[in-house]
């Protein structure tokens, strides 16, 4: 790590690590809908929401604390684009509980929970991932856990959309499956992204 003669400012370590639970919350409210009766999901929605909200106040925090700091803990673009992707995770699965409980799914397609526990899993990982910046050290196997959980995500991803297209389900279901499965992939995507720019912070401060 590169020896810094200026101060720094620590609270974004302590704002990223906040940010990275709040996803664990929503990822555990996503296993929650899982299991849940149908009639159950509008209040697991709403409190997805709540925590989407939490996690735009971190984002924001974050960013205000960027433009009122002279000096940052590493790149000022690596801390914007850190935050923003921590952002997208929750934004997607909020988005993806929403669109469950708007589209009235009475089922959803073997392999979702399969998705899902991808999603925790990278979730946890990513929280436990956050206080290690103030090091950059035990980094390594967490970002290549995360692309490797990614690659699963993946693959999940066809297997599901191979089976949304077996002719088992009417056009209009497969309409609002997929969105909902792509969605999820999306939130896997977006993990991945903020295990590249943790990366990328490393190799910048070694």
């Given at each position: 790590?590169?020896?810094?003669?200026?101060?720094?400012?620590?609270?974004f370590y302590d704002m990223f690590a906040a940010s990275a639970d709040?996803?664990?919350?929503?990822?555990?409210?996503?296993?929650?809908?899982?299991?849940?009766?149908p009639s159950a999901r509008a209040e697991i929605a709403e409190r997805m929401r709540a925590a989407e909200h939490a996690g735009d106040?971190?984002?924001?925090?974050?960013?205000?604390?960027?433009?009122?700091s002279f000096i940052t803990p590493f790149d000022r673009e690596d801390i914007y684009s850190l935050a923003?992707?921590?952002?997208?995770?929750?934004?997607?699965?909020?988005?993806a509980v929403d669109l469950v409980v708007l589209y009235n799914v009475e089922e959803l397609p073997k392999g979702v929970e399969q998705q899902?526990?991808?999603?925790?899993?990278?979730?946890?990982?990513?929280?436990?991932?956050?206080?290690h910046l103030r090091t950059m050290e035990n980094l390594t196997e967490y970002w290549i856990e995360v692309n490797r959980l990614e690659n699963?995500?993946?693959?999940?991803?066809?297997?599901?959309l191979a089976q949304l297209f077996n002719g088992k389900y009417d056009a209009?279901?497969?309409?609002?499956?997929?969105q909902i499965v792509d969605v999820l992939e999306e939130a896997a995507d977006a993990f991945e992204h903020v295990a590249n720019t943790v990366e990328t912070i490393a190799v910048k401060e070694s």
């Open positions: 790590m590169r020896f810094r003669l200026t101060p720094r400012e620590t609270s709040n996803i664990v919350t929503g990822s555990k409210l996503l296993m929650e809908l899982l299991g849940a009766d106040d971190a984002t924001h925090a974050i960013f205000h604390q960027l433009n009122s923003s992707s921590l952002d997208d995770i929750m934004d997607f699965m909020e988005e899902i526990e991808v999603l925790a899993r990278a979730a946890e990982l990513t929280a436990e991932a956050m206080p699963q995500a993946d693959q999940i991803h066809r297997k599901l209009i279901e497969v309409l609002k499956l997929k």
